[in-house]
């Protein structure tokens, strides 16, 4: 069956909205929960750093170069875990769906 979070895209599927639409309305959901995380995980990192420094050995706990690579690859991984239900929110057709419901 499908997950129940996919009754709002499906229904607007079914009013006329287009695969585009769909897909704009999943990765804004993504987005909406990457700007908070990123937020509270730099704060906390600069927080935390002189906590974990002792661990880290010749890295610096505040290095710029390495807080950009995890936040990208944090950002990527996010975006990658939007665009999976993106697909397949946009790809159900709308009456099977509503059928299915």
Do not use: W
């Not at 695969?19 to 990123?38: D, E, S």
């Not at 050995?57 to 975006?79: D, K, M, Q």
């Amino acid at each position: 069956m499908f997950p129940a979070d996919l009754g709002k895209d499906i229904l607007e599927q079914a009013q006329g909205a287009s695969r585009l639409a769909i897909h704009r309305l999943m990765f804004g959901l993504g987005l909406r929960m990457i700007v908070p995380g990123l937020l509270v995980g730099a704060l906390a990192a600069f927080a935390l750093g002189r906590q974990i420094s002792t661990q880290l050995h010749g890295i610096a706990a505040t290095n710029p170069f390495l807080l950009l690579v995890v936040v990208l690859l944090l950002v990527g991984v996010t975006l990658v875990a939007c665009a999976i239900p993106s697909l397949r929110a946009s790809g159900i057709a709308p009456m099977e769906a509503l059928r299915n419901e």
